[in-house]
């Protein structure tokens, strides 16, 4: 979700206020998800009637103390994870970057790379594939009789990082009938050679536990 005012980074929850007979929307837009290097988040709060406002360097327990919404329902990056005056100035860094560059330009790279993993990955006997053939730079899969886990650690050894676990979607992962994925993330700084890197790390689990 982008405009002129959510650059990236940008998560939505609708909620309902004490008393209110309508939705409300919380957006919330998390530093380490646009590139800068601590957690440091701003949200906004827009009521059915379209007002909004924005608060930045906050802690989830006094707003969800004041909007009346259960804690759980708060990304564990907007308790106070962020790195205060520096934070903030690295998250406007962070912004200006993206936006020198540019979202659309971004989100094209990102999509390209993740079209061109998933077609090599593929190649990779024993491998399944999650998610839509499009999408923004994430790639999810598994192998057959081998653990995420051991999917990741692996391919550190190759220096490849990669997320494995259940990436906070339990209910997900159930759906799928895993216990959950491994998940490759591409961002404005990679190429088609980390994409090489990443199916000859796969290869290396599968010819390890073959």
């Keep these: 979700m ?10 939505s929850t609708p909620y309902y206020r004490r008393g209110a007979s309508a939705p ?62 520096a934070g903030a100035i690295g998250l406007a860094a962070a912004i200006d970057y993206v936006t020198d560059i540019g979202v659309g330009v971004i989100d094209a790279h990102e999509r390209a790379l993740a079209r061109a993993a998933r077609e090599a990955l593929r190649s990779v006997n024993s491998l399944t594939l999650f998610g839509p053939d499009e999408s923004a730079g994430i790639v999810s899969f598994a192998l057959a009789g081998v653990h995420p886990h051991d999917i990741g650690t692996i391919l550190d050894e190759s220096g490849v990082a990669i997320r494995a676990g259940h990436h906070c979607c339990q209910p997900l992962m159930k759906l799928l009938g895993v216990p959950a994925t491994a998940r490759a993330s591409f961002a404005v700084y990679n190429d088609l050679s980390d994409v090489d890197r990443l199916v000859d790390g796969v290869q290396r689990v599968t010819r390890i536990f073959g």
């Excluded at 982008?2 to 998560?11: K, M, S």
Aim: net charge negative.
């Design 2 to 11: 982008y405009d002129q005012t959510a650059i990236v980074g940008l998560g």
């Design 24 to 85: 409300q929307t919380l957006e919330e837009l998390v530093g380490k998800s646009i590139l800068a290097a601590t957690a440091d988040a701003g949200l906004t709060i827009r009521d059915i009637d379209g007002f909004a406002y924005f608060a930045g360097g906050f802690d989830s327990g006094a707003l969800t103390e004041t909007l009346g919404i259960p804690e759980i329902r708060f990304s564990a990056t907007l308790t106070g994870t962020g790195g205060g005056s």
